[in-house]
């Protein structure tokens, strides 16, 4: 029964163990003031799919008054279609306490793009119609909506060690949300790296933070 158990653990989680991501970690605490940005992105194969996960957490306090308290979970399935074509199913939460609607959950399908591929430049887009479900607090009313979304996704190899990464999001709903990461990376070894991250969002009101992390590349 034991060797049983063990053979579906392995069956299940050894494609997550031969994924590749990477883990971002910047904080400051100063005088009282505390400034946290952390986030995951892993990408691994099962079978016919690949399966991505996009964890993002941001927290800022100044003087005792929290003025940034959000984050996101993301899970996406893709199934190749064409060399350049996919489609795909996404489901994520996202939170943010300071919005009119602090939860947000979501369901999509959708269509993915590879619009360019090559040794330094690789670039992305998505469309996706699906089912947005928010309320201002768990177990409060809630609103269901239909939502549209699309996301354009753009890497270039700067140098060996140096690379450039932008991620723009927008989502047509009762209350409208763009999300632009633009990141900067340099690896101090075959795992180790540093970056230079600027995140700004309006869902509705306007928000950017810059940050210096230090993370993990697998």
Do not use: C
């Not at 940005?37 to 008054?65: C, H, M, P």
Request: charged share 25%.
């Amino acid at each position: 029964m034991v060797w049983l158990k063990v053979r579906i653990w392995i069956l299940l989680f050894s494609p997550i163990a031969y994924g590749t991501g990477q883990a971002d970690l910047a904080g400051k605490y100063d005088d009282g003031n505390l400034f946290i940005v952390t986030s995951l992105d892993y990408s691994w194969e099962a079978g016919k799919f690949e399966r991505d996960i996009e964890f993002d957490y941001r927290y800022q306090d100044k003087n005792d008054i929290t003025s940034t308290n959000k984050g996101l979970i993301e899970f996406k399935q893709r199934l190749k279609l064409k060399p350049k074509h996919y489609a795909f199913a996404l489901t994520r939460y996202d939170y943010n306490e300071f919005r009119t609607v602090n939860h947000r959950r979501q369901v999509n399908i959708g269509w993915g793009y590879k619009i360019l591929r090559t040794e330094k430049i690789k670039m992305s887009n998505e469309f996706a119609i699906g089912y947005l479900n928010s309320e201002m607090d768990v177990g409060s009313h809630s609103v269901n909506e239909v939502l549209f979304r699309n996301s354009l996704w753009f890497y270039y190899k700067v140098a060996p060690k140096l690379n450039f990464t932008n991620k723009f999001l927008y989502e047509e709903a009762d209350i409208p949300l763009v999300r632009n990461e633009t990141e900067f990376n340099y690896l101090l070894t075959d795992k180790i790296k540093i970056g230079l991250k600027n995140i700004y969002t309006e869902d509705p009101h306007s928000n950017n933070i810059l940050s210096f992390n230090i993370g993990y590349v697998w």
